[in-house]
């Protein structure tokens, strides 16, 4: 992984901490639901990241990277829906959030700038 690619390295670190989320989830609090859906999409993010970065024109990357920002907001509804339903507890809610917030910002950002026309 190249040191100075922030998006990659926030969405890979973001997949590991959603691991362990779905760890805790799984063995602490019994709930696996909607934690294999957090999960699935949670570490899609990277994986999505990772397939733009070698894709084979840029309407490859942008459709790569807009799928990892779907991801990203379908992150967002399974952390407020295990909030709002007393399986993940407010401290560990906004942390996630917060990153996953700062993804979508990231990815909106790449894929805004992606899109304009090359002079």
């Known amino acids: 992984m190249k040191a100075d690619n922030l ?3 926030k969405s890979y670190a973001f997949a590991l901490r959603t691991v362990k989320l779905y760890r805790h989830l799984t063995a602490g609090k ?3 639901v909607l934690s294999k859906q957090l999960l699935r999409c949670g570490t899609a ?3 999505n990241v990772e397939e733009a970065i070698g894709g084979q024109s840029r309407a490859d990357f942008i459709s790569k990277i807009s799928i990892a920002y779907k991801e990203a907001r379908e992150t967002c509804y399974w952390l407020r829906l295990l909030k709002d339903s007393d399986f993940l ?3 560990e809610f906004e942390s996630m959030i917060a990153d996953a917030d ?3 910002r990231i990815l909106s950002k790449i894929i805004t700038t992606t899109k304009k026309p090359t002079p």
């Open 7 to 9: 998006i990659q390295e």
């Open 30 to 32: 019994k709930e696996f």
């Open 45 to 47: 993010i990277g994986a």
């Open 89 to 91: 507890a407010l401290r």
């Open 102 to 104: 700062e993804l979508c």
